[in-house]
């Protein structure tokens, strides 16, 4: 990992910050900024200028949110988002997207982001796909991990699909050696989900075989995040060595 990285983060909602890869690029003296789309005001148009220039940029982490990416009337950043990721990808820099942060890769890049058919919340199996090509990023077989969307991203154009269950199909995918799009999350930690568990409003809006009961999800132990985060970092030094 090259020296005196800068690593830049787009946060959408309050409370889902870096979550557990902080320590690990901390570990690595890495430079961290951010963007809080969450913080802008309302009634000022956001400037693409006024995001940092792709070239003071070597890591893009782009997080979750409960927003949709289609819904621009109501989040006009969006817009401006997906712009600026169009300029950064086309650089073939190195970008991870978390959740909401993978379907905005994906959507930027022109592939449809919609309702999926059953909404996750909670820890499920996702399994490696059959045949993925060798030298593509290196899954488990079969791991948990958190879940908390209702949407899906079709996977943009080139993409190579790396995990599905049965709830979702396109759970991660690669694009070239630079991009990792995943639709859960392996970045969860202890105190990130008890954030999460705190809106009340949010999870009420979620029902269905894959939503696991709150309870449940409150007496999680420690060792349930330890592999995702693990994933998590593996997948930032992934991108990182391939575009060195």
Same mark, same amino acid.
């Given at each position: 990992?090259?020296?005196? $990285?800068k690593?830049? /983060?787009?946060?959408?909602? &309050?409370?889902e910050?870096?979550? @557990?890869? *902080?320590? #690990? $690029? %901390?570990?690595? !003296?890495? !430079?961290?900024?951010?963007?809080?789309?969450?913080?802008?005001?309302?009634?000022?148009?956001?400037?693409?200028?006024? $995001?940092? @220039?792709?070239?003071?940029?070597?890591l893009?982490?782009?997080?979750?949110?409960?927003?949709?990416?289609?819904?621009?009337?109501? +989040?006009?950043?969006? %817009?401006?988002?997906?712009?600026?990721?169009?300029? +950064?990808?086309?650089?073939?820099?190195?970008?991870?997207?978390?959740?909401?942060?993978? !379907?905005?890769?994906?959507?930027?890049?022109? &592939?449809?982001?919609?309702?999926? !058919?059953?909404?996750?919340?909670?820890?499920?199996?996702?399994? %490696?796909?059959?045949?993925?090509?060798?030298?593509?990023?290196? $899954?488990?077989?079969? #791991?948990?991990?958190?879940?908390?969307?209702?949407?899906? #991203?079709?996977?943009?154009?080139g993409?190579?699909?790396?995990?599905?269950?049965?709830?979702?199909?396109?759970?991660? /995918?690669?694009?070239?050696?630079?991009?990792?799009?995943?639709?859960?999350?392996?970045? *969860?930690?202890?105190?990130?989900?008890?954030?999460f568990?705190?809106?009340?409003?949010?999870?009420?809006? #979620?029902?269905?075989? /894959?939503?696991?009961?709150?309870?449940?999800? %409150?007496?999680?132990?420690?060792?349930?995040?330890?592999?995702?985060?693990?994933?998590?970092?593996?997948?930032?030094? +992934?991108?990182?060595?391939?575009?060195?």
């Open positions: 990992m090259k020296s005196q $990285l690593v830049h /983060y787009f946060q959408h909602i &309050a409370g910050g870096f979550g @557990s890869c *902080i320590d #690990f $690029l %901390k570990q690595h !003296q890495a !430079q961290i900024t951010a963007t809080e789309f969450f913080a802008l005001p309302v009634d000022r148009p956001l400037d693409i200028e006024a $995001l940092p @220039s792709v070239d003071e940029v070597d893009l982490i782009i997080m979750g949110g409960t927003m949709s990416v289609n819904d621009e009337a109501n +989040y006009p950043w969006l %817009k401006i988002e997906k712009r600026w990721l169009r300029r +950064y990808l086309s650089q073939g820099k190195p970008a991870i997207g978390l959740c909401l942060g993978g !379907q905005l890769i994906a959507n930027a890049l022109g &592939a449809a982001v919609s309702r999926n !058919q059953e909404q996750e919340l909670g820890w499920t199996t996702v399994r %490696k796909v059959a045949h993925v090509p060798e030298d593509c990023f290196i $899954l488990p077989e079969q #791991f948990e991990i958190m879940q908390w969307h209702s949407e899906t #991203f079709e996977l943009p154009k993409a190579i699909h790396l995990a599905e269950n049965e709830a979702c199909r396109n759970q991660m /995918y690669q694009l070239g050696k630079n991009v990792l799009g995943f639709q859960f999350h392996p970045e *969860i930690t202890p105190e990130t989900l008890k954030l568990l705190e809106n009340e409003e949010e999870i009420s809006q #979620f029902s269905g075989k /894959y939503v696991q009961d709150i309870q449940q999800l %409150k007496r999680t132990t420690k060792n349930n995040f330890i592999q995702g985060n693990q994933i998590l970092n593996q997948a930032i030094q +992934y991108v990182l060595e391939k575009t060195a």
